[in-house]
């Protein structure tokens, strides 16, 4: 269930970067521990729908561009709090046009309107339509990236539980999701620094329900 997991590590560190700081899902830095008391430990609770892309783009003069982009209606509550909605979407770019010279690489979290992201019925389609202002270009300053994506289901319904486990110096966090997942073919483009990126080679694309998501984070 390797997908399933990818795309809750997307909801997953997007409710954290939201709630307690700075997240990655690469495990590198994903919680500040300067904002925990000593040894305290919260539990969550998730479920929301997501859907994923990851491809690749090649320019005319032979650069190549990395793209992943993760979407998610996601509502999260601490164990006995109230539940918050949240709409987000992950952008892991590396981006090379050999052509004109440009570059930019940047990783992050984004808050979107509710609208902007919808999920079909069983995971059938996905649409995502949003721009977002990213960080930075070769010199140095912030640019748009507009995200035009839609997701179409080719497979069945797959069920699955997936555990995930990320660390940091004096902070651990622990997932345990039950979900459903379908591949689905990803459609459209992204357009960033006047360049329209379009799904070329397709890595892996897929639309996710997460049932029940239990997350634990702990801070010496």
Same mark, same amino acid.
């Given at each position: 269930? !390797?997908?399933?997991?990818?795309?809750?590590?997307?909801?997953?560190?997007?409710?954290? %970067?939201?709630?307690?700081?700075?997240?990655?899902? &690469?495990?590198?830095?994903?919680?500040?521990?300067?904002?925990?008391?000593?040894?305290?430990?919260? !539990?969550?609770?998730?479920?929301?729908?997501?859907?994923?892309?990851?491809?690749?783009?090649?320019?005319?003069?032979?650069?190549?561009?990395?793209?992943?982009?993760?979407?998610?209606?996601?509502?999260?509550?601490?164990?006995?709090?109230?539940?918050?909605?949240?709409?987000?979407?992950?952008?892991?770019?590396?981006?090379?046009?050999?052509?004109?010279?440009?570059?930019?690489?940047?990783?992050?979290?984004?808050?979107?309107?509710? &609208?902007?992201?919808?999920?079909?019925? /069983?995971?059938?389609?996905?649409?995502?339509?949003?721009?977002?202002?990213?960080?930075?270009?070769?010199?140095?300053?912030?640019?748009?990236?507009?995200?035009?994506?839609?997701?179409?289901?080719?497979?069945?319904?797959?069920?699955?539980?997936? !555990?995930?486990? %990320?660390?940091?110096?004096?902070? /651990?966090?622990?997932?345990?999701?039950?979900?459903?997942?379908?591949?689905?073919?990803?459609?459209?483009?992204?357009?960033?620094?006047?360049?329209?990126?379009?799904?070329?080679?397709?890595?892996?694309?897929?639309?996710?329900?997460? /049932?029940?998501?239990?997350?634990?984070?702990?801070?010496?």
């Amino acid at each position: 269930m !390797k997908r399933l997991l990818l795309l809750l590590m997307v909801v997953a560190t997007t409710w954290v %970067s939201v709630t307690w700081g700075d997240a990655t899902v &690469e495990g590198a830095s994903p919680v500040n521990p300067q904002q925990y008391q000593s040894k305290m430990v919260t !539990k969550f609770k998730i479920q929301g729908d997501g859907a994923f892309v990851h491809f690749v783009n090649s320019d005319e003069c032979g650069g190549t561009s990395d793209v992943q982009v993760g979407a998610s209606d996601e509502a999260s509550k601490e164990w006995s709090g109230k539940a918050e909605f949240t709409s987000s979407v992950f952008l892991n770019i590396y981006f090379n046009n050999y052509c004109t010279g440009q570059f930019a690489t940047f990783a992050g979290n984004f808050i979107i309107p509710p &609208e902007a992201f919808s999920m079909g019925d /069983k995971l059938e389609s996905a649409t995502l339509n949003t721009v977002v202002e990213a960080c930075c270009d070769n010199n140095g300053s912030p640019f748009p990236v507009n995200i035009n994506l839609t997701w179409t289901a080719t497979g069945p319904v797959i069920k699955g539980k997936s !555990k995930f486990t %990320s660390k940091s110096p004096g902070c /651990k966090m622990s997932f345990t999701v039950n979900g459903d997942y379908r591949d689905a073919v990803p459609a459209g483009i992204i357009t960033l620094l006047d360049n329209e990126l379009a799904l070329q080679q397709v890595v892996v694309g897929g639309t996710q329900s997460v /049932k029940n998501g239990e997350m634990t984070v702990g801070c010496d």
